[in-house]
Structure formats: C-alpha cells, structure tokens
C-alpha cells in the first residue's frame, strides 16, 4: 500500500515603479507526505507479526517464506514500512528595469528545507519483553533495523529535538533516544544584462549558487574514529560547509 500527500501554497506580489522598472516577490511553501507498507496492516507496526492478526504465521515474528523464491504464500506479509516528510519555506523576489539599450535583471531565491524519514521492518516487533523501559523498547526497534530523523524512535510523532549524543558524549542515545530532522539550505542570486545594438545582443550575466547540508559530517571519512580511537563520539564530528558556485554567463546574437 502507498500513500501520497502533497500541499502547496504561495503569495506573489509586483509593483511598477514608472514604466521601465518593476519587481515581483513570491513567498512558497510545499509539502509531501509519503507512506508505504504492507497492504493489509499498513501503520499498525505491531501487528505485522502478530498470529493474533495473521492465522497464517507459523509463529510470532516469522514471515511465511516465498514459494519457489517467486510465490508469496497466505498470509505472506511485506516487512518494511516507511513514511517520509519533506517541506520547504521559500522565497524568491527580482528587480527587472530598462535604461536605455540595457535590459537590467537581478534577483535571487531562498529555500529552508525540513526533511524527515522512517523507516522499519516491523515483523519482529511483536516479539516484546519483560522489560518495557524506553531503553529496552528502543533497541527492540533498532534490532528491526529503524532508522529514523524527525520522528520518533517508534514513529508515532514528529520530533524536532536532537539528542542523539548523551550527556557523557558517547555514541549511546540519551533516554529519549530523539533526532531531530534535516534542515538543508540553499540560496542563489543572479544579475543579468541584455543590451541591444542595431546589428548585435549582448546578453551578460552571473549567477551565484548557495547550498549547505546544515548536518554533521565526519572531520576524516578516512579515520571516522579519530587518531588512535575505536570509539565513535561527538568529537568525531563537524558541522557540513557550505558549497558556494559561480557561474558567468555570455552570449550574443546577431
């Protein structure tokens, strides 16, 4: 089963200033909401591998097997589910003005975007404990390989909360095991000219390009541990750097 949701929405805006000049601005907000799994039990992620729900387990957590690698038998269940969220807050705006032969255009754009994901492979989830604390609950999750960002561990909630390092700034999650969603970024600005001749155009320009990932990245992909470490700790890690691209731009027509 899929699922698919997506809302837009914008507000644009352009004055005149005489009659060789106006600027336009636009403010835009989009979302996408994705969700995929198993087409019978689909969000309820404990009952994936429930016998109460599915008299045709052969016990609890154990997916029928395929027939002949090819075949999904009765009962047979799609072990994975994801749900995914992304948006972003826009804004846009240029100046466009003629003097003379010289058609004058600049502007620029920026985008904040907010991106989370999960994603399990529920069958296993039934197999519960005794213990029920948010330690043991979380690594029964992590045993069924969750991954998550921006939601919660168990995928019920958003979350915007980051604190995957504990307090000692060790690789083990603080007790409310949260992390918090991606936050890329990215911005342009351009100038351009257009100048008219009786037998020529000139069009010139440039245009400047922004992004950066605004995420934790390792100081050395090649030594994730750090100099003379076997352990994986915050120190390991750095805030992303920005990736800055000019490009010029020249033609002509004649």
């Not at 009952?47 to 029928?64: A, F, H, I, V």
């Not at 007790?175 to 000139?202: C, T």
Request: aromatic share 16%; proline share 4%.
């Amino acid at each position: 089963k899929f699922d698919n949701a997506t809302y837009s929405g914008f507000l644009k805006a352009t004055q005149n200033f005489g009659q060789s000049t106006f600027y336009t601005v636009q403010v835009n907000y989009f979302r996408e909401d994705l969700e995929s799994g198993d087409g019978v039990y689909f969000d309820k992620l404990l009952q994936y591998g429930d016998t109460l729900y599915n008299p045709y387990l052969t016990s609890q957590g154990t997916n029928p097997g395929m027939l002949y690698s090819a075949v999904c038998p009765p009962g047979h269940v799609l072990d994975i589910y994801t749900k995914s969220r992304s948006e972003y807050f826009g804004f846009n705006g240029d100046l466009t003005t003629q003097q003379g032969n010289h058609l004058i255009k600049l502007g620029g754009e920026y985008k904040y975007n907010t991106i989370r994901r999960f994603t399990v492979n529920p069958m296993g989830l039934v197999l519960s404990t005794a213990d029920t604390s948010v330690d043991a609950l979380w690594k029964r999750y992590r045993s069924n390989n969750v991954q998550y960002y921006g939601y919660t561990y168990d995928g019920k909630s958003l979350n915007d909360e980051e604190s995957f390092f504990g307090a000692d700034g060790n690789m083990v999650p603080s007790n409310d095991k949260k992390e918090a969603p991606k936050h890329p970024v990215y911005g342009a600005f351009y100038i351009q000219d257009k100048i008219e001749y009786s037998d020529l155009v000139l069009n010139l320009g440039a245009r400047l390009d922004y992004f950066n990932a605004n995420e934790k990245v390792f100081k050395d992909p090649y030594n994730p541990f750090g100099a003379g470490s076997t352990i994986f700790d915050a120190s390991d890690l750095e805030d992303s750097k920005a990736t800055i691209t000019i490009s010029p731009r020249f033609g002509f027509s004649f």
